[in-house]
């Protein structure tokens, strides 16, 4: 049971990547998939919840990345997305996505996924 997540690559600032979650080993409901959230570790700093859905609908962001990253989930595919736009230098790290009620999940439920940002 785990989360894979892909998508990740070398961008250009200012570009765009869409990031995949998909879990392996089970199906999640469409309630559950609300329990998905991303975060990212860059080296050398904790690892940071960037999006979460709540339960009721409402979604969480992180002040770094209001505005330019949107979390999709699509129920058909049992996929959640993050769509991530505007990409800065300050942006690169490894991605992963875990249950939204972890403290620091990164690296426990999935390899991550690795995006790096060059000027």
């Known amino acids: 049971v785990r989360l894979e997540e892909s998508g990740g690559g070398s961008i250009q600032a200012g570009g765009s990547l869409r990031l995949s979650c998909t879990p392996s080993?089970?199906?999640?409901?469409?309630?559950?998939?609300?329990?998905v959230a991303w975060y990212r570790q860059a080296p050398g700093y904790a690892c940071e919840k960037v999006s979460s859905?709540?339960?009721?609908?409402?979604?969480f962001y992180a002040d770094s990345v209001k505005g330019r990253f949107r979390r999709i989930e699509d129920n058909g595919k049992n996929i959640v997305y993050l769509q991530m736009d505007r990409l800065l230098p300050e942006d690169p790290a490894t991605f992963y996505c875990?249950?939204?009620?972890?403290?620091?999940?990164?690296?426990?439920w999935g390899a991550g996924t690795q995006v790096t940002v060059s000027e």
């Open positions: 875990a249950p939204y009620y972890l403290e620091s999940p990164c690296g426990l």
């Open positions: 080993g089970f199906q999640i409901d469409e309630r559950g998939l609300r329990w």
């Open positions: 859905g709540n339960q009721d609908g409402s979604t």
